[in-house]
C-alpha cells in the first residue's frame, strides 16, 4: 500500500494548505489550488495538501481516510483530488447542521463512505479499510502538529504559517506572496 502525496506543481516556492475537507472555508481554498497553479505557474510553485481533522466536523476522520484510501487507488493524488472536489461540492451530506444535528446524526460510516463513492466515481470501501492506512493518517496529524497548526484552513509558504493568509483572499493576492 502506498499513499501518494498530495502535491501538485514542481516549482522551488512550497505553499502547503492544512485542510479539513468538510470544512467550508478548506473547500473555499481547495477550489481555488488549480487557478493558483495557473496563474503562479507549476514550474514557480509546489502546492502541498495536509489534512487537518477537526473534532467539531463529526465525520471529519471518515473522510479524511477516504481521502487518503483514494491516494492509495491507481489514480493516486487525482483520485484523492476527485474526493476533495466531489466532498466540497456535496458538503452538506457529510456534515452536520450547527456541528450537532439533523440528518447526518442516522448515518454511518459505511453510508459516509457510500456517499463519497457514488459523488466521486470511484470505489473507496476496499482501500478504506487498509490496516497500513492508518500510517498515512498518522503522518498528517503528527506533521500538523509539529508545526503549530491547530486549524484549518491553514497556509504555510516555504515551511513558515502565514497568519495573514485567508481562504477568502483572492487568487492573485496568493500568487502575489509565492512569487
Known amino acids: 500500500m502506498h499513499a501518494d502525496e498530495l502535491s501538485w506543481g514542481h516549482g522551488p516556492r512550497v505553499f502547503e494548505m492544512f485542510l479539513e475537507p468538510t470544512c467550508p472555508y478548506s ?4 477550489n481555488k489550488m488549480d487557478a493558483l497553479l495557473a496563474l503562479a505557474g507549476a514550474d514557480k510553485v509546489t502546492v502541498k495538501l495536509r489534512l487537518q481533522s477537526q473534532p467539531w466536523h463529526m465525520y471529519s476522520g471518515v473522510v479524511m481516510r477516504c481521502v487518503l484510501a483514494a ?10 483530488k476527485k474526493v476533495l472536489a466531489a466532498v466540497g461540492a456535496h458538503r452538506e ?43 498515512a493518517i498518522k503522518w498528517h496529524a503528527k506533521y500538523a ?9 491553514t497556509f504555510m509558504i516555504d515551511g513558515l504559517i502565514q497568519f495573514e493568509m485567508s481562504s477568502g ?7 502575489e506572496r509565492l512569487l
Open 71 to 80: 491516494s492509495t487507488l491507481p489514480a493516486g493524488r487525482e483520485a484523492a
Open 169 to 175: 483572499d483572492p487568487v492573485e493576492s496568493w500568487a
Open 93 to 135: 451530506e457529510f456534515e452536520f447542521e450547527a456541528h450537532a444535528r439533523g440528518p447526518n446524526m442516522d448515518a454511518t460510516p459505511r453510508q459516509i463512505i457510500a456517499r463519497i463513492e457514488e459523488y466521486s466515481g470511484l470505489a473507496l470501501a476496499e482501500a478504506f479499510d487498509v490496516k497500513e492506512l492508518q500510517a
Open 27 to 30: 473547500v473555499r481554498a481547495f
Open 145 to 153: 502538529r509539529q508545526n503549530g497548526i491547530h486549524v484549518s484552513p
